[in-house]
Nanobody
Framework: QVQLVESGGGLVLPGDSLRLSCAAS????????MGWFRQAPGREREFVAA????????YYADSVKGRFTISRDNAKNSVYLQMNSLKPEDTAVYYC?????????????????WGQGTQVTVSS
């Protein structure tokens, strides 16, 4: 099994940057695709970014492409989300998730393990 803990959220101004971290523990992390999802007030959870087990392949939602970068360091059992040029519409709780499959996927049903979430607020 895999346990996930997110960190790095906070309150920032539009145009600022944040780097989210997800610390993983368990025996299958290095063979799992990892994803970031977010849920804004009054909205359903949506896909943000995903990365393959090796880190070779990535997949981004159109809304964050060019602004966000997902990465992983299997030696540290960690996955990251670098968020640049943040907008108010990026405000949400961000969740880290681990899948059994190795290829990146935007589908929540592919992910078996979820973190508790970290709040990101972008406001003037």
């Amino acid at each position: 099994q895999v346990q996930l803990v997110e960190s790095g959220g906070g309150l920032v101004l539009p145009g600022d940057s944040l780097r989210l971290s997800c610390a993983a523990s368990g025996r299958t992390f290095s063979s799992s695709a990892m994803g970031w999802f977010r849920q804004a007030p009054g909205r359903e959870r949506e896909f943000v970014a995903a990365i393959s087990w090796s880190g070779y392949s990535t997949y981004y939602a159109d809304s964050v492409k060019g602004r966000f970068t997902i990465s992983r360091d299997n030696a540290k059992n960690s996955v990251y989300l670098q968020m640049n040029s943040l907008k108010p519409e990026d405000t949400a709780v961000y969740y880290c998730a681990a899948a059994r499959i190795r290829s990146p996927s935007p589908r929540p049903r592919e992910y078996d393990y979820w973190g508790q979430g970290t709040q990101v607020t972008v406001s003037s």
